[in-house]
């Protein structure tokens, strides 16, 4: 068994050798590849102490149940010092700012979210945590010389509009896979009466990176929603580097899809990929991101 797992070790330092990869020094989850340091970090939830902080902060009495606060994914170009990285407290200030609407639950359900025997249920919040959320982005470099870190927190990259698509075809090539991860930034089971979740995924391949950020909303027999964030990089040398950024949000009432002749049992709406074409899309925008070099 101990000769196994060196064997896959071995193996997979090859093929990051033969990629112009490395792994992330011991203790961290990564690797640095063609310019570009990527790490994810998956932990707990947040501790009582650190949620209400985190409620002080946002100025609300509501957060999801489960918020990881310290997971995150963070890619950064080492060369221009650009770093875009994603994480739940960002997320959540985007939910606060955009303070949608609380969906309508029908009365049969409303129970569900009592915190106390009795007490009147009122909805003067967006209970599903929805988010614009598309990514931070911070600019990281090192200071001439003194080997020092400077940040510059909050940055506004310059994000063009484009035509450009990801070839999501291109991405499914028989090209090893470097690094994978995903990492749960908040989840909510919406008092068992759906789910709201965001989750964010990259995977790194010896020609590119590729990441979905994506946020999922079911609400049973009312309504879904999703949000999807792509972005991609390729390491082709002979272009000029830039990312590539598609955003796409789907919405859909269950008694719009129900009249479609699609179910309406909220079981058949349990994973987000098989159900995304028969939600319709309410909101769709590529960008780019040209990279000095």
């Known amino acids: 068994m101990e000769k196994e797992r060196e064997r896959e070790e071995a193996e997979r330092k090859a093929t990051l050798k033969a990629a112009g990869a490395e792994s992330l020094p011991e203790g961290r989850n990564g690797v640095k590849i063609h310019g570009w340091e990527i ?72 129970w569900k979210f009592r915190s106390k025997l009795f007490q009147e249920v009122v909805f003067d919040y967006d209970y599903t945590f929805t988010t614009p959320y598309c990514g931070s982005e911070t600019v990281k470099k090192n200071t001439e010389g003194e080997g020092n870190i400077l940040n510059q927190e909050n940055c506004n990259l310059e994000w063009e509009d484009s035509e450009e698509k990801i070839d999501i075809a291109a991405l499914a090539s028989k090209e090893p896979i ?12 919406l ?7 965001l989750t964010v995924k990259v995977r790194v391949m010896p020609s590119c990176w590729f990441l979905l950020l994506r946020f999922w909303l079911r609400v049973d027999g009312v309504l879904m929603r999703l949000r999807d964030t792509r972005m991609y990089c390729s390491f082709e040398k002979n272009a000029n580097p830039f990312i590539l950024r598609e955003s796409c949000w789907r919405e859909a009432t269950f008694q719009s899809l129900s009249s479609k002749g699609y179910p309406s049992d909220s079981a058949a709406y349990s994973d987000p990929n098989l159900i995304s074409h028969r939600l319709p899309v309410v909101m769709q925008k590529t960008q780019k991101l040209k990279l000095p070099w």
């Not at 470097?178 to 089971?189: G, K, P, Q, S, W």
């Open 39 to 110: 790490e994810s970090k998956n932990r707990s939830i947040l501790s009582s102490l650190t949620y209400e902080q985190w409620g002080e902060k946002l100025q609300t009495s509501h957060l999801p149940e489960m918020v990881f606060g310290e997971s995150s994914l963070v890619l950064w170009h080492l060369e221009s010092g650009i770093k875009i990285h994603f994480n739940a407290f960002d997320a959540l200030v985007g939910w606060k700012k955009e303070a949608l609407p609380p969906v309508e639950v029908p009365a049969a359900a409303k």
């Open 191 to 197: 008092a068992d009466n759906g789910v709201s979740l």
């Open 178 to 189: 470097l690094f994978y991860d995903e990492a749960v930034l908040y989840e909510d089971e």
